[in-house]
């Protein structure tokens, strides 16, 4: 498949990177300007596959999308803990602890992979976090609901959200964005 081939060469190739790249300079650059108010409260919301972690090993065997998505594999993957962090949002994660800005992964995965997200995680790079949230069995509805429903409940715990990073539209709009949105590229899949 001629569509295949194009993704693959963008992912594998430089263009994926530098297009990240520049989205986390960007970021990077409002980051530095913040004025952290030093309680703690101050967060970034990182979404968790394919902005912190890469799925890209998993989906470079299985046509980069082109292909039916098999949920059991997919999961068979997930379980396996091995994906290596996204490298430029890891830079970006690593400068925001820096600055004094905690983090916050809001993920679309379920609660039952806490435990190998968590491992994942660190394993990656990410060894230090504020809340880790997962979706419940029970939550049916949109990822932007999903999304948006986690942000307002840190928003009225008192958390005051500066930056919010994620590889879908699901993760960046809805309410309680945040007060600046990044968007990484991911033509590899869409989550409504």
Known sequence: ???ESYVGHYMLGRQYRKDSGMVVFEALAYAQGLNPAG???DIWVFDVDETSLSNLPYFAKHGFGAE????T?????????????QPE???LYKK??????KVVFITGRSEALRNVTTENLHNAGFHTWEKLNLRESSDTGT????????RKKLEKSGYRIVGNIGDQWSDIL???VGNRTFKLPNPIYYVS
């Open 1 to 3: 498949m001629a569509c």
């Open 39 to 41: 309680d703690g409260k």
């Open 68 to 71: 039916a998505l098999n949920l």
């Open 73 to 85: 594999r997919a999961n068979s993957w997930v379980y396996e803990g091995k994906a290596p962090a």
């Open 89 to 91: 949002s890891l830079k």
């Open 96 to 101: 925001l602890l820096s600055l004094g800005i």
């Open 143 to 150: 990822a932007v609901v999903y999304k948006s429903n986690a």
């Open 174 to 176: 809805g309410t309680n």
